[in-house]
Structure formats: structure tokens, C-alpha cells
């Protein structure tokens, strides 16, 4: 056996009698199981509950009776976000983003019902989840086992005899690390147990195997900074102080300044101003409803023109159903148009706190384990833009119902004949122009491209202790 792996041996040993080690471990382990279950529980719950909600809006619709197809665009419908599997680990930013919204023609509203949506502005701590016991907790459990792996063997007077057996200085902070890592190694297996519990809700093993990678480079990473502290400083007073202030600022306080640093360096439209703005655009498009709107002078021309007739009543479409068409295709690319500047302000100031992980390996892991669970604030974007896009469509098919089926002339006097109202109302078999939604994480591929800018981050956080702990090596063999 090589002086390592002794080494290592021997410090697992140091820790097993340890009642310090061994409370601090087992209060870890019952705070990182109780919460993957709790967490699943909740997730799996949302999930269920989410999906029965979205088929009963669904059956709702369809389940309407004859009307007018214009009622029924403002009947609307209901669309669900259906939480990702691997949030059983992550949930990210699905508690304090809406889970619903309620689509209908003219409006493009938001994302509402949001869990936690006041919590952080409350000054509450964060729900406790998988992924924050990792972050946060999981470096704190290192730190107590490993600040005095090197110290110890100084102020206890064995870092001489060892190195006269034959020790080198790399082989001890080598064996060091050994036994640290293998701590580590055994905190990622719950994660490597839920992710692939989730293989059966479709998950894919590459976001599972990647996200357990993630994981295991994190704390690998602390290993290498813990190790090296304890190689540094010749107290274990001044180890533990050193590394305690490390995590409070790498863990704690880092995080909360990429936060505010995003906010406030990032310029972003208030949502006064910006609604503002998109109602003076949306009055130049003009109102649908009415089709002697001046906006849509030239499309009424250009109607009767390519049909050769002179009255809308002689038109073999109705005037009001391809104005309303018209109008909602205009309305709808300002709409797009506001939002994508809204997302891409959001995604700026994602950016910007992301760019901390440089400075934090928490910050680096947040970011990384969001994007591989499919939590990340890009597939909140993602759920508004396929929300939009099912709105749009059903709304389009309902005017077209309108322009193709329903008789100019009765259209226009339905509120004042009361046969002319009822013969404007069409069959509900039109109602299934409304397509099934069903919100699914990104393909695990584009979601490890995602995380791919915090990886190369949490590996320098490894490469770079790892390479001082070289010439500490040699300094315990000249100074010990």
C-alpha cells in the first residue's frame, strides 16, 4: 500500500473516533435525505396536481356549447407548468416564478400563482432543498472534518516522524485529500440515487450522470481548498477561523451580492414605463372588433378588390373574422416583440450574477445544477414562449372559424336579431382547434451546453487549489 493511501487510512480512522466528525456527518445525512424525500414529495405532488389542472381546462374548453367563435376567444384557457423530474434536486426558479396562465385573444398575460413569489422580498430564508444542503451545507461538513488534516500533524508533533519514514510532503497531502474525497464521493451517491429514481418520470441519463458530476466537482473543489488551508496556516485556530470566514463569504455572502450586483448594474424597463410603451404601439395597430376601423382601411380595399365585389355582404369570407385575424397577427408581434425585450433584459442580468461563479464555486454550482435540472430561468422563458405560441394558434383557428363559417350580414346584426345571433353560433366540434399542452425540460443535451460556462468554472475552482498545494508540499518537506 502506498504512503497515501496510509495516509488516508489512517485519517478515516482519526474520524470514526471523532464524536465531533461523526455528529456533524450523521446531522448532514439526516438533513440531506430528509430533504430529497420532502422534496420529491412536493415535486411529485405539483406534478399530478399540475397535469389533472391542465386536462380539466382542456376538457372545459372543449366541453363548451355552441357559440360565437369570438366568445370563445375570450373564453380563453389555462396553461400549466409542469415541474421538471430532476427538480426533485433543484427546483431553482420554479417556486418564485407563475406555474399557470391564462391565455386569450388581444392579451398576453404573465405567469401567476407563483409559490414563494414574496419570499425572498420578506426577508425569509429560502426553502431548504437538495441542491442549497449541497451548496451551502455540504462544504461546512468538509471544512469540520478536514481544516486540521495538515495542522494536526504539526501541532501534534507526527509531521517530522513521518516524513523521516519516508512521507514526501505530496504523498501526505495527497493521502490528505484521499480521505476527504471519499467523504465527498459519499455525499454525491443520494444525489446519483434520486436522479436516477427520475429516469422513470423521463428523465435522461445524461442530465442525471452530468448533474452527479456536478456535484462530485464541487465538492472536490472544497476538498482542494480545505486541504490547502490546512497546509498553509500552523494552527488549527487559525485553519478553522480562515476556512469558516472562506465559506461564509464564498457560500453566503457571495451569492446574494451576484444577486444584487445583477439588479442594480443591469438597466431594465420598469413595467409602468413598459406597458406604457406597448399600448401606444397596440393603438396604431388598431381594434379588432371593429372592422371600420381606419387602421384597416387598405385591408378592406384590397378585400373587396381581389374578390371583384363592392359590399363585405358580397364577400365569400366575413370582413369581421379577417380583421379580427389581421388585427391579432399585428397585436401579437408587438406583444412578442415587448416580452422578447423583457427576457432579454431578465437574461442579461442572469448573465451578469452567473459571471460571479469566477469568484464562487457556489455561485458556479447554482447556475450549473439549475440549468441541468431544466429549472433555470431560461426554461421559464422557454414556458412563456410555448404558452404564447399555443395562444396564438388557437386564437388564429377561432378567427378563421369566424372569417370562413359565420355570414357577414348576421355577424353584424346578431346583438339585434335574435335568429341572426343564434345562427352566428358554430358547432363546439371547432373548439378542438386547441392543441394539447404539455410543458417537457429541454433535451438533456442543450441543458449540458447550458451548464457547460459554470463546468469550466467549478473545474478552475478544483485546478487552482490543487495546483498550490504543489509548492506547499515541498515547503512541509523544507519547513515542517
Not at 378588390?305 to 408581434?333: H, I, M
Not at 404564447?388 to 346583438?415: K, M, T
Request: charged share 20%; hydrophobic share 50%; aromatic share 8%.
Amino acid at each position: 500500500m502506498s504512503a497515501a493511501w496510509r495516509i488516508a487510512r489512517e485519517e478515516w480512522r482519526y474520524w470514526a473516533r471523532s464524536r465531533l466528525a461523526l455528529a456533524a456527518a450523521g446531522l448532514l445525512a439526516l438533513v440531506l435525505l430528509s430533504t430529497l424525500a420532502l422534496t420529491a414529495l412536493e415535486v411529485r405532488a405539483d406534478a399530478a396536481r399540475r397535469a389533472a389542472l391542465q386536462d380539466e381546462a382542456r376538457e372545459m374548453f372543449l366541453s363548451q356549447p355552441a357559440r360565437h367563435p369570438h366568445r370563445m376567444v375570450h373564453y380563453g384557457h389555462f396553461v400549466f407548468r409542469s415541474p421538471a423530474p430532476l427538480a426533485v434536486f433543484d427546483p431553482g426558479l420554479d417556486p418564485v416564478t407563475g406555474q399557470a396562465i391564462y391565455l386569450e385573444g388581444h392579451r398576453q398575460n404573465t405567469a401567476a400563482f407563483a409559490p414563494n413569489g414574496s419570499g425572498a422580498s420578506l426577508g425569509g430564508m429560502p426553502s431548504l432543498t437538495p441542491a442549497m444542503v449541497y451548496q451551502v451545507f455540504a462544504p461546512l461538513l468538509l471544512i469540520i472534518l478536514g481544516f486540521a488534516a495538515v495542522v494536526r500533524e504539526r501541532e501534534s508533533s507526527t509531521l517530522l516522524p513521518l516524513l523521516a519514514q519516508g512521507a514526501s510532503g505530496r504523498s501526505l497531502l495527497l493521502g490528505k485529500s484521499i480521505a476527504l474525497a471519499a467523504v465527498a464521493a459519499v455525499l454525491v451517491v443520494p444525489v446519483a440515487v434520486a436522479g436516477l429514481a427520475t429516469l422513470a418520470q423521463g428523465e435522461s441519463l445524461g442530465a442525471v450522470l452530468t448533474l452527479t458530476a456536478v456535484c462530485g466537482l464541487y465538492l472536490l473543489g472544497w476538498c482542494a481548498i480545505i486541504v490547502a488551508a490546512s497546509a498553509v496556516f500552523r494552527s488549527r485556530h487559525a485553519a478553522l477561523a480562515a476556512l469558516a470566514a472562506l465559506w461564509i463569504g464564498l457560500a453566503l455572502v457571495m451569492p446574494v451580492v451576484a444577486a444584487t450586483y445583477a439588479a442594480r448594474s443591469v438597466a431594465t424597463t420598469g413595467k409602468t414605463e413598459g406597458d406604457l410603451r406597448m399600448l401606444a404601439e397596440l393603438r396604431r395597430v388598431g381594434d379588432g372588433h371593429n372592422a371600420a376601423d381606419p387602421a384597416f382601411a387598405r385591408l378592406r380595399t384590397d378585400l373587396l378588390a381581389s374578390y371583384g365585389v363592392e359590399r363585405p355582404e358580397d364577400l365569400p369570407v366575413n370582413l369581421r373574422g379577417v380583421v379580427a385575424q389581421y388585427a391579432e397577427e399585428k397585436l401579437t408581434r408587438v406583444l412578442v416583440e415587448h416580452a422578447e425585450a423583457r427576457m432579454a433584459e431578465e437574461r442579461a442580468q442572469a448573465q451578469a450574477a452567473q459571471r460571479f461563479g469566477w469568484l464562487s464555486p457556489a455561485v458556479a454550482f447554482a447556475s450549473a445544477s439549475r440549468a441541468l435540472a431544466g429549472t433555470d430561468l431560461e426554461s421559464h422563458h422557454r414556458f412563456l414562449r410555448e404558452s404564447e405560441a399555443l395562444r396564438f394558434g388557437f386564437v388564429q383557428a377561432l378567427n378563421r372559424v369566424h372569417a370562413e363559417e359565420l355570414d357577414y350580414a348576421d355577424d353584424i346584426r346578431r346583438s339585434q336579431d335574435a335568429d341572426a345571433e343564434r345562427r352566428t353560433r358554430v358547432d363546439p366540434a371547432f373548439w378542438q382547434v386547441l392543441d394539447e399542452f404539455r410543458f417537457t425540460p429541454r433535451p438533456a443535451a442543450e441543458r449540458r451546453v447550458a451548464a457547460t460556462p459554470s463546468l469550466w468554472m467549478l473545474l478552475l475552482w478544483l485546478v487552482v487549489p490543487a495546483a498550490v498545494c504543489l509548492p506547499l508540499a515541498r515547503r512541509l518537506e523544507t519547513s515542517p
